[in-house]
């Protein structure tokens, strides 16, 4: 169990790189970021392949009555032709490829575009990331400031208490005037209102913390 004004709280926490990984893994913008890579990868591949719909296969099937031609040559005699007719199914298959020119020009722009777009998406995601990265470090070094302050608070609220109880006695006994009583009674609320703002700010810095790693640190003491 943690006590923030006898112990370090870096020793408490996890090393600082993973407090920055796992905020990278929590972010949604980064997640949003990297998705958005994703998506324009995605883009660059359908533009390298859109030539394909200028490619094709083609059959055609028919069924009707067709008049056949056919010869019969003999040496020495002209040939003879016959012609025929029969009911009967006739189909092909043939391949196509069509490129117009204004095609050409506008997949080339388009797969430029797409590219463009990938680095883009890639630099906002790096940026995102450091971002996140400088955020952690901040309210990490936020944090062991707070706690530093809540301990020189501490120690100056002890001896203020400890001067205050001395002066009051005192008081009582007719040593201590009436001006220098209220004097260090002043002093003594003073401190304790210090110590307190000063402990809210340690306790908020600890939950933004947390809040930005996405995780609980599970130091009870500390609210």
């Known amino acids: 169990m943690f006590d923030p004004l006898n112990e370090d709280i870096i020793e408490k926490l996890q090393p600082l790189s993973a407090l920055i990984d796992s905020a990278l893994v929590h972010d949604p913008y980064v997640r949003f970021r990297d998705l958005q890579v994703v998506v324009n990868q995605c883009k660059l591949r359908a533009e390298q392949s859109n030539w394909l719909r200028n490619l094709g296969v083609q059959s055609d099937i028919r069924y009707g009555t067709f008049n056949n031609f056919s010869t019969n040559t003999a040496e020495g005699q002209s040939p003879d032709y016959f012609a025929t007719q029969t009911n009967q199914w006739n189909w092909g298959v043939g391949a196509y490829l069509k490129f117009p020119i204004i095609d050409f020009v506008e997949r080339k722009n388009q797969v430029t575009l797409a590219k463009t777009e990938i680095e883009q998406a890639e630099?906002?995601?790096?940026?995102?990331?450091?971002?996140?990265?400088?955020?952690v470090i901040k309210q990490y070094n936020e944090l062991v400031l707070k706690q530093n302050l809540l301990k020189i608070k501490a120690k100056y609220l002890a001896l203020i208490t400890a001067n205050n109880m001395l002066?009051?006695?005192?008081?009582?006994?007719?040593?201590?005037?009436?001006?220098?009583?209220?004097?260090?009674?002043?002093?003594?609320?003073?401190?304790?209102?210090?110590?307190?703002?000063?402990r809210i700010e340690f306790i908020t810095a600890y939950m933004l913390l947390e809040e930005i790693v996405g995780f609980k640190f599970n130091i009870s003491n500390t609210r």
């Open 123 to 135: 630099s906002m995601a790096q940026f995102q990331k450091n971002e996140v990265r400088q955020l």
């Open 167 to 198: 002066v009051e006695k005192e008081f009582q006994n007719g040593v201590t005037d009436l001006s220098e009583y209220t004097r260090i009674s002043g002093i003594y609320e003073s401190a304790q209102t210090e110590f307190q703002v000063v």
